[in-house]
């Protein structure tokens, strides 16, 4: 579904983001993508996404990341930015929803039944109408995910999905995430999110992919977490 | 809350008061626009002496705003940073112009004093024009309208995206000044020696934001162009037709002089 080979990220020439980084995602895996602050998680999502430059190939279904793809690939991959405020910029939650359908085309008819679908499914129905600037960071964060699942994308790319949230609205995020059945790439410090919904973990540290494992194998490896600023999981923590 | 904050309320506000139910709400935004359009040329070009024919452009606002439930007061006092530049740039007429046109009660009334009076009520009554506009038809329709009178994609999708990131900019200011005054409880207002500083910060932040939402954009599609939800309006031709002849009437003087006719 997803193939990097050779991905080098740079914001200068002097500044190496990320060197050689080289790994693959099969459909339908959840993906957890971890490593201290400025790894170059974000950066590697935005590359994937065709938002910065990148060295070395990155297919998307086949299709190389580059600009004359950039359409086909953008509509495999749904993306989640870290801050919802920037990924709800219409006035309500039903002309966000909106704003990418009619971009892809359909009618109005055809937008009002996905937009209706999608809250349904996700049980937001009452978020439809709400002003964006009304909404709770946590129903912001509801909001945007069923921006990005209206436009039915293959790939969920999600970014830091449950900072600033509370515990009750994380639990709940969590749950929304893991009905999703689609392939999921999720970047957080939240280690024990990233163990309830994900099967694999890639670290990244030091411009490198430190590690590829099941989440077991890697989450419950203090040595790798710590070399890599991290901790393990509050869970694993108590034990 | 601090002035950026109320501010960006204000703006947003605005969105809300457009999403309203009232009849001026379901109007064609393209009928809307071209009788504001023609409500700003027609009062622009009363000529400075014509108090008592502006004067009656002002049933506009009073009948449109009442139908559309909003406040005369309340869009005053949101326009409050304009109206002391129309005072500001009128406020010499009286002292050139002296020539004595009228006398009322003994009292001389100045073609300088007649234009300036004339002018500030000019432009109040441009400004609810505008506002009545703004606050009874979503950007987004407004924008659809100004497209089918054919104003160029590109100024209308510049105009739209800067009425967005108007609102961003604001809420940047306003987290700023949020931080600086938490730090200098004692100051009144932004020192001078921190302007620099305070703006360029401003200008790199805004610009951080704006790009993560153009990003946002052109992840769901977007390639330059706005494309709206078409939406079915019902004809307003009352509406449309009934308020350009009597603008034209308005204009003409003929109701001005017909009125004038009953008190002489």
């Known amino acids: ?239 | 809350m601090n002035k950026a904050e109320k501010a960006v309320i204000e703006i947003k506000q605005i969105d809300e008061l457009a999403d309203g139910n009232s009849y001026l709400h379901h109007i064609s935004p393209l009928s809307k626009l071209v009788v504001t359009l023609a409500y700003l040329l027609f009062v622009m070009s009363c000529p400075k002496y014509a108090f008592s024919t502006v004067l009656l452009f002002i049933l506009y606002p009073i009948s449109m705003y009442a139908i559309a439930d909003l406040s005369l007061w309340q869009a005053l006092k949101r326009m409050r940073f304009i109206l002391p530049l129309i005072i500001f740039v009128n406020i010499l007429n009286p002292f050139f112009d002296q020539q004595i046109l009228l006398q009322i009660g003994g009292f001389p009334l100045t073609g300088g004093i007649i234009s300036f009076i004339t002018t500030i009520l000019k432009g109040i009554l441009v400004l609810w024009a505008s506002y009545l506009l703004v606050a009874t038809t979503k950007m987004d329709a407004l924008c659809q309208a100004l497209r089918q009178l054919h104003i160029p994609k590109i100024l209308v999708s510049l105009f739209l995206l800067t009425y967005r990131y108007l609102g961003l900019m604001m809420e940047e200011v306003s987290r700023m000044s949020e931080a600086y005054y938490l730090r200098a409880p004692d100051q009144k207002g932004i020192h001078i020696s921190a302007w620099g500083s305070f703006l360029g910060q401003l200008l790199l932040r805004s610009m951080d934001r704006a790009t993560e939402i153009f990003h946002a954009m052109k992840l769901r599609g977007y390639i330059g162009e706005y494309r709206l939800m078409e939406k079915e309006y019902p004809p307003a031709y009352l509406y449309f037709f009934g308020w350009l002849c009597m603008f034209v009437l308005f204009r003409l003087g003929i109701l001005a002089e017909w009125i004038g006719g009953i008190f002489l």
């Open chain 1, 1 to 239: 579904m997803i193939k990097m080979e050779h991905v080098n990220i740079a914001y200068d020439t002097n500044e190496m983001v990320l060197k050689d980084i080289n790994f693959s995602i099969k459909e339908g895996e959840c993906i957890g993508l971890i490593g201290a602050n400025g790894a170059g998680k974000s950066s590697l999502l935005k590359a994937m996404l065709g938002l910065i430059p990148y060295e070395g190939r990155i297919y998307v279904e086949d299709s190389l990341v580059e600009k004359k793809n950039l359409a086909s690939v953008r509509k495999t991959l749904g993306f989640l930015f870290q801050n919802a405020d920037e990924q709800m910029f219409m006035p309500t939650v039903y002309e966000d929803m909106a704003f990418g359908l009619l971009n892809m085309g359909l009618n109005k008819d055809e937008v009002e039944k996905r937009i209706d679908d999608v809250l349904k499914e996700l049980r937001l129905d009452y978020l439809k109408k709400k002003y964006n600037h009304k909404l709770s960071i946590g129903e912001k964060r509801m909001a945007a995910i069923a921006t990005i699942l209206a436009m039915q994308p293959k790939v969920l790319l999600m970014d830091e999905p449950t900072s600033a949230l509370d515990p009750k609205n994380r639990r709940l995020y969590i749950d929304m995430m893991n009905g999703l059945k689609m392939t999921k790439i999720i970047t957080s410090h939240d280690l024990d999110m990233i163990y309830s919904c994900c099967e694999r973990v890639i670290v990244l540290g030091n411009g490198k992919l430190q590690a590829d494992g099941g989440k077991e194998d890697i989450l419950r490896n203090k040595k790798v977490l710590e070399e890599n600023h991290l901790e393990l999981p509050l869970a694993f923590q108590r034990l």
